[in-house]
């Protein structure tokens, strides 16, 4: 499984962005996805997670409604649309699958992804 993200880059806070993530070699939906995201300094932290189907999803706290993620099965991308941008979600994102039994699973725990991408870098000037 590889995984590509895309999408990041500068922005002022209040600004959107919306970051892709595009699996290749697997049939994409049958794998759970997640967004993570790691500051410098700090640990890789949970972001959002998205079931097989997309019909689930998760956040983390800090997101407050600010993030949605989505996926297009049909072009085996999962996607992190960001909102209303601070300057603490400063960060590398992350997006990470794992195959999975059941097409409502989320996963909100780093070990519980096997495949990850290479990260893309988000920066939000205040």
């Known amino acids: 499984v590889q995984l590509q993200a895309s999408g990041g880059g500068l922005v002022q806070a209040g600004g959107s962005l919306r970051l892709s993530c595009a699996a290749s070699?697997?049939?994409?939906?049958?794998?759970?996805a997640g967004w993570f995201r790691q500051a410098p300094g700090k640990e890789r932290e949970f972001v959002a997670a998205i079931s097989r189907s997309g019909g689930n999803t998760n956040y983390a706290d800090s997101i407050e409604g600010r993030f949605t993620v989505l996926r297009d099965n049909a072009k085996n991308t999962v996607y992190l649309q960001m909102n209303s941008l601070k300057a603490e979600d400063t960060a590398v994102y992350y997006c990470?699958?794992?195959?999975?039994?059941?097409?409502?699973?989320?996963?909100?725990?780093?070990?519980?992804?096997?495949?990850w991408g290479q990260g893309t870098q988000v920066t939000v000037s205040s």
């Open positions: 990470a699958a794992a195959r999975v039994l059941y097409t409502d699973t989320i996963l909100r725990r780093r070990g519980e992804y096997a495949y």
């Open positions: 070699g697997v049939t994409f939906s049958r794998y759970s």
